[in-house]
């Protein structure tokens, strides 16, 4: 039932900024933590920021200084402004959401959420 909505992909020069929104749609109990993956062609999917539910922010040792993550509880919405550009930072970039749904019959269920997935091209 849940989708995560992406936006803000597209082509960035080195040394320029890009940034990314995630929202989250349809109805959700709580969002446990939600951020950002990444994936080159032929490369394991890394981290490239993430807020968790104590309120701490990790981001990849690549991104560290560079990229900031930021949110809006009200729409559940997570921002993410790339800055300094590099051409390695090419990849499909995934929004992921960790989730709290209930059911018709009142369980909680935890689930992972995927965003489908956005590119980013870094070139001059």
């Known amino acids: 039932q849940v989708q995560l909505v992406e936006s803000g992909g597209g082509l960035g020069q080195p040394g320029g900024s890009l940034r990314l929104s995630c929202a989250t749609s349809?109805?959700?109990?709580?969002?446990?933590?939600m951020g950002w993956y990444r994936q080159a062609p032929g490369k394991q999917r890394e981290l490239v920021a993430i807020?968790?539910?104590?309120?701490?922010?990790t981001y990849g040792d690549a991104v560290k200084g560079r990229f900031t993550l930021s949110r809006d509880n009200a729409e559940n919405t997570v921002d993410l402004q790339m800055n300094s550009l590099k051409p390695e930072d090419t990849a499909v970039y995934y929004c992921?959401?960790?989730?709290?749904?209930?059911?018709?019959?009142?369980?909680?269920?935890?689930?992972?959420?995927w965003g489908q997935g956005t590119l980013v091209t870094v070139s001059s």
């Open positions: 992921y959401a960790g989730v709290v749904d209930v059911t018709r019959e009142g369980l909680h269920r935890v689930l992972d959420v």
């Open positions: 349809g109805s959700v109990f709580s969002i446990n933590n």
């Open positions: 807020f968790e539910r104590d309120g701490i922010t």
